[in-house]
């Protein structure tokens, strides 16, 4: 396909390559929509194995930020980059610093930040060369670690989902499942343990799972058990593509609600297949809005209060998410679609009354 009948394919903005030889550079940033606001989305480093493959991922990952920024309900649009390359191998500060200033050059439509196969450390030589970053360390002013934010967001959004699907106000004495205790696994059951709930965890590494054990009196399952325990919610906090043919059916859980990204290993087909099991889906990149919330507070000077406090809001989302969903007898992911793309319309619509600025040459123009 070529690049212009990709960028159609789904209403791309722009896409810009970036290449510098005396750095080995070779990087693509595509900007999805900015309807709401600049587009913000990290930086994956991938040692892709051909170019095509790295501009399906690049524009692939900017369309979701468009979505995960509107429904989170921040004046942001959706972005992306890649840099093509072997994270373990091929960094170097000036290789980020060639790319902070290609991100400078964009003069603030898009702004970067971390992702796989980069690091804070990565970000702070881009800062070196452009304002437009966010993901930067709390030493030097940044967000620092999203987690705890995530963490947060993740369980308001169980909060939610229990009211919608069990009418409960509380989650005490209620079984949880936790897949992964990780970052944000860790921080989710300790959130979860306090509110009362029971913990049921797995995790491949065995001293994250003797940290919940013996803070939150968990109880532990085999990996692969996890989606056969008697639980009232699972949670999903490692990998993508965990709720498929082979998965959902063995489910006891009448909710499903966690921070990985991508759950549903195909959209359309498991979209449906919960809803048609009587599963409660909390649409993953609408609960796990709050690592986004969290970096994107670094834009007006970074709160840690006021990340939480945005975080809460998801709470909402998720059950205008869920009602909408009812009442047009749709799927959750379907509806939280529906709902992101209400928000871009409508912020569109404003951009119809006639503002004037001063622009740089001094005269008068509309924005
Ligand atoms: P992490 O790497 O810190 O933790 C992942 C954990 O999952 C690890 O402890 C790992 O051992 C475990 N794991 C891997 N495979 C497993 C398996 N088969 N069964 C059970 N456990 C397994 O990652 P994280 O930062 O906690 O993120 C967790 C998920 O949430 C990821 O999908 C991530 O993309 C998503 N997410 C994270 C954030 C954030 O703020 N960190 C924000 C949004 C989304």
Redesign the pocket.
Known sequence: MSVFTSMESKDHEQLAFFQDSDTGLKAIVAIHDTTIGPALGGCRMWPYESEGDALKDVLRLSRGMSYKAAIANLNLGGGKSVIIGNSKTDKSETLFRSFGRFVEGLNGRYITAEDVGTSVKDMEWVRMETQYVTGISRALGGSGD??PV?AQGVFVGIKASVKKQLGKNSIAGLKVGV???????YYLCKYLHDAGAKLVV????EP?IKRVVDEFNADVVG?DD?YDADVDIYAP????ATLNDETIPRLKASIVAG???NQLENELVHDKMVCEKGILYAPDYAI?A??LINVANEIDGYNRERAFSQAEGIYDTLLTIFNLAEKENIGNQAAAAKVAEQRMTEVAKLKNIYLTRKNVMGKRDQT
């Not at 797995?202 to 590494?205: C, E, F, P």
């Open positions: 999203p987690s995530t897949q992964g205790l990780g970052h944000v696994g797995a995790d491949l590494y994250s990996v996890i906090c490692a990998l993508g921070a990985a990204n796990n709050g690592g």
